[in-house]
Every structure is written in structure tokens, then in C-alpha cells.
T-cell receptor, first 112, second 116 residues
Framework: SAVISQKPSRDICQRGTSLTIQCQVD?????MFWYRQQPGQSLTLIAT?????????ESGFVIDKFPISRPNLTFSTLTVSNMSPEDSSIYLCSVYNANGYTFGSGTRLTVV | AQSVAQPEDQVNVAEGNPLTVKCTYS??????LFWYVQYPNRGLQFLLKYITGDNLVKGSYGFEAEFNKSQTSFHLKKPSALVSDSALYFC??????????????FGAGTRLAVHP
């Protein structure tokens, strides 16, 4: 199955700033997925990123707040923009492969 | 609406005893079913999946899950729990693809606490 390297693993950020999270996959994949896991909650899909096209956002998530890049078939970034304490969550990227979905180790974001 | 239910927020079990973490789903057709585990400060790790075939699926770390189509359930089981199994467990369902792609639907998660 694919191996995903996600960074940073954690960060503490000031409100109003932005953080970019990176995911690198060891094989080419068509779709990459970005999830948010709020404290004590399940995973919520933010958007799906296809290479060469704009990301598809789920209800409640907008491109201005969560811009996504997908420059090639092995890499994607998610930016959390103009952060507020409500953005404090774990953010995970994911890809689909033979075993189902593989997830990155997550980025634990705390906004102060 | 399609959904996944994990009716127990937490399951407590003594080490060495069998454990069951319950999952039921409401999805039309024949979905793919998954279990993932999340240890503290870690991402999700794949445990096992059901696509077709034998209703009893064996996965990582001695876990297994039983698919029951009539009850639309996919309960996670282990014959003898270990303290190191203590973690957060997520059931997830991938609905049949009807065009484009379908989203993986997660349950709310069940926290498993195994006591020495």
C-alpha cells in the first residue's frame, strides 16, 4: 500500500496567520483527500484534490479558507488560512489504493 | 441519507477477555467496509476491510470483523484483548460507485480501553 509522508506533524499558530500542510505519497495516485478531525470528533472530508484540476470542496468548506494545491500525482498541500481557535484540529491527507484508504500521520494544529 | 453508526462511545474490557466494537451502516447496495485504528497523536491505521467473499475478515494485530448483510453490521472483534489495543477505532463505509467517486463515510469512533 502507499506510504504517505505528512508534515508538519504539529504546530502552534497565532490567530490570523496561515499554515500550509504538505503530503507526499511514494506512488502516483489520481485522487488525494483532505480531512479534518476536530477534538473528540470523527473525520470530516474537506475536499478532494485531483491533479491538474481544482479541488472539489465539501459542504461547509470553501477554497478561500482551505486552498489546496495538487501540482503532480504524488504531492498535495492544504493551507488553513486566516486561522482562528476554531480551526484547532488534526488535519489528515489520504489516498485510495489496493487496501482501501491510506492516511497520513496527521497534523495537529493548535491556534492561539 | 447514508450513515455509519458506532453505538458505543467507549468499550471497556479486561486484558485477556474477548472484545467487540460494534458498527452498523445504512448504505444502499453492496458497500466496501473498513476498520481503522487511531493511537494517541497518530494518524489512522488500516486494520481490515470487507469487499466480498467470506463474511469473517481477518486483519492486523489479531483483529477480525464479521460482516452481516441482513443486519447491515460489521462488528470488530478480537479473541483476547491487550492493553496495547487501547485506542480509538473507526468504522468506515465506501458506498457503491454510481458515477464519479463516492466518499468514505466514517462512524463517530469508539474508544477502546483495555484494563490490566
Amino acid at each position: 500500500s502507499a506510504v504517505i509522508s505528512q508534515k508538519p506533524s504539529r504546530d502552534i499558530c497565532q490567530r490570523g496567520t496561515s499554515l500550509t500542510i504538505q503530503c507526499q505519497v511514494d506512488s502516483q495516485v489520481t485522487m488525494m483527500f483532505w480531512y479534518r478531525q476536530q477534538p473528540g470528533q470523527s473525520l470530516t472530508l474537506i475536499a478532494t484534490a485531483n491533479q491538474g484540476s481544482e479541488a472539489t470542496y465539501e459542504s461547509g468548506f470553501v477554497i478561500d479558507k482551505f486552498p489546496i494545491s495538487r501540482p503532480n500525482l504524488t504531492f498535495s498541500t492544504l493551507t488553513v488560512s486566516n486561522m482562528s481557535p476554531e480551526d484547532s484540529s488534526i488535519y489528515l491527507c489520504s489516498v485510495y489504493n489496493a487496501n482501501g484508504y491510506t492516511f497520513g500521520s496527521g497534523t495537529r494544529l493548535t491556534v492561539v | 441519507a447514508q450513515s455509519v453508526a458506532q453505538p458505543e462511545d467507549q468499550v471497556n474490557v479486561a486484558e485477556g477477555n474477548p472484545l467487540t466494537v460494534k458498527c452498523t451502516y445504512s448504505v444502499s447496495g453492496n458497500p466496501y467496509l473498513f476498520w481503522y485504528v487511531q493511537y494517541p497523536n497518530r494518524g489512522l491505521q488500516f486494520l481490515l476491510k470487507y469487499i466480498t467473499g467470506d463474511n469473517l475478515v481477518k486483519g492486523s494485530y489479531g483483529f477480525e470483523a464479521e460482516f452481516n448483510k441482513s443486519q447491515t453490521s460489521f462488528h470488530l472483534k478480537k479473541p483476547s484483548a491487550l492493553v496495547s489495543d487501547s485506542a480509538l477505532y473507526f468504522c468506515a463505509v465506501l458506498p457503491p460507485r454510481t458515477g464519479g467517486y463516492n466518499k468514505l463515510i466514517f462512524g463517530a469512533g469508539t474508544r477502546l480501553a483495555v484494563h490490566p
